[in-house]
């Protein structure tokens, strides 16, 4: 069950970190919204030290779809009715900017960067295209709408997004890595304000950033509340009629298209961790009605934050944690949210004025219909009886049986047969 990248790609090693340390930024999770924040810091020549619990890009990087994008769903709609025209054009902007650093850093590094156009599709309702076209025009952003041939289907409608852009994101990351300052098998096991305890000695530090995918500090910013999370699955076929475009579906289960080299990735089946939903079974009957003569190469999933309004958190922790600053809540864009994230939490280091700061600030009103349904999971499966406990907050885990393991509906945390962590936001293993 591994990814294309993570078949095809060598990442370089890094040495635990054993005994004491000292740095002005600690950095925790290696990840790509990590190693980019150690990238961008280094580039200003502040001091940081970015610590991983297993190896760099180990878990959700290595299993992305490695879209590059601006283009989040049908969303600017829904936006310019929350948060305005003028923060709407902010988002989109932001996202923009990610997409042209992209643009520049891949520029001399082999990672099979690829221009791409993107789309986002509707199988049935042309209002809802129609209706994101008006939104987008409000903003001014260039854009098309197409019937999107290519499909194996036909489609109400899709809305494209000119000169995104598609790569090999561990091809990437061991290049950018190669001089940062990172220690890997480094599991922080305790915070308190200025100092981090690792399995083999403490971290000194005056500033920090959670870039653990889902923040593993639950006294602060209620992200427990601000956030679920979502499992997608992708199968790779060979012998299928090219995919020129990048492709989404309006629908969270819908499917999602785009090419490597001669192959195509088929994305889709997904749902909240913890329930019932098709995964690459659903995707194997899509094979075989679309793509009758492909053949599958490998298959994978990966596990996404859930934001309350469509936007990530970027910034600082929580009001009372102003040395403290977050990057999570990507949305299934972690591609783009993370060059985003970097940027803005660099500039915010170094006390650099970044426009697009109060629109991800992590601290905005969190009144949202998806604040109810968080909380009803949370409360249904703390009173769930079960034998098998989260170490998190004490939800009851559910076993699925597809991907053998212990998943928590409430927050997302997983774990194997053996009660070894797969996910966070849990911090360690289930007591057996």
Same mark, same amino acid.
């Given at each position: ?13 890094? !040495?635990?970190l054993?005994g004491?340390a000292? =740095? /002005?930024?600690?950095?925790?999770g290696?990840? &790509? $919204? *990590? ?27 290595g ?6 994008t ?37 520029r ?15 199988l ?9 076209a008006?939104a987008?025009q !409000? ?6 709408? =197409? /019937? ?6 036909? &489609? $109400? *409608? ?20 190669k001089?940062l ?8 096991k305790?915070?308190?304000?200025h ?5 083999k000695?403490s ?8 870039a ?13 509340f ?19 475009g ?14 490597? !080299? ?17 995964n690459w ?15 599958e ?19 600082q ?8 600053y ?10 783009s ?17 970044n ?15 998806q ?26 885990l ?12 409430c ?22």
């Amino acid at each position: 069950m591994d990814s294309i990248w993570t078949e095809t790609a060598v990442l370089p090693c890094f !040495k635990a970190l054993e005994g004491n340390a000292k =740095t /002005d930024v600690l950095i925790i999770g290696g990840g &790509i $919204a *990590g190693v980019l924040c150690a990238y961008f810091l280094q580039e200003r020549g502040v001091d940081y030290l970015l610590v991983e619990a297993d190896h760099i890009c180990s878990g959700i990087t290595g299993n992305t779809t490695a879209k590059i994008t601006s283009q989040h769903g049908l969303i600017y709609h829904k936006l310019l009715k929350s948060i305005g025209c003028e923060r709407t054009k902010l988002y989109l902007q932001a996202n923009e900017q990610a997409v042209q650093k992209y643009y520049e850093l891949c520029r001399n590094i082999d990672c099979d960067f690829e221009i791409k156009n993107s789309y986002v599709y509707s199988l049935n309702n042309r209002k809802k295209i129609e209706k994101e076209a008006c939104a987008l025009q !409000k903003t001014g952003f260039d854009f098309e709408i =197409t /019937d999107a041939g290519e499909l194996p289907f036909s &489609i $109400a *409608g899709a809305i494209g997004f000119k000169n995104q852009a598609q790569f090999h994101p561990l091809k990437f990351i061991s290049h950018i890595v190669k001089n940062l300052k990172i220690y890997e098998n480094t599991f922080v096991k305790e915070l308190s304000e200025h100092t981090a305890l690792t399995e083999k000695g403490s971290i000194q530090f005056q500033r920090i950033i959670f870039a653990t995918h889902f923040p593993m500090d639950n006294k602060h910013g209620m992200y427990f509340f601000k956030m679920y999370q979502h499992r997608s699955y992708v199968i790779m076929l060979e012998n299928t009629a090219r995919i020129d475009g990048m492709y989404v579906d309006e629908d969270k289960k819908g499917l999602s298209f785009r090419s490597y !080299k001669d192959c195509l990735l088929l994305g889709g089946g997904g749902c909240r961790t913890g329930k019932k939903g098709g995964n690459w079974k659903e995707l194997r009957e899509a094979a075989k009605e679309y793509y009758p003569s492909s053949k599958e190469i490998c298959f994978w999933a990966a596990q996404d934050c859930m934001s309350l309004d469509h936007i990530p958190y970027i910034g600082q922790y929580s009001k009372r944690m102003l040395k403290c600053y977050v990057a999570t809540g990507f949305n299934k864009w972690g591609i783009s949210s993370s060059m985003t994230a970097a940027m803005l939490l660099a500039d915010m280091i170094t006390e650099k004025e970044n426009v697009y700061a109060e629109v991800f600030n992590p601290s905005r009103n969190m009144i949202k219909p998806q604040l109810l349904v968080n909380g009803f999971e949370s409360v249904v499966n703390l009173l769930t009886v079960s034998k098998k406990r989260c170490p998190h907050l004490g939800c009851a885990l559910k076993w699925n049986p597809v991907e053998h393991s212990w998943d928590c509906p409430c927050h997302g945390s997983r774990f194997d047969s053996q009660g070894r962590q797969l996910d966070n936001p849990a911090n360690g293993n289930l007591k057996q």
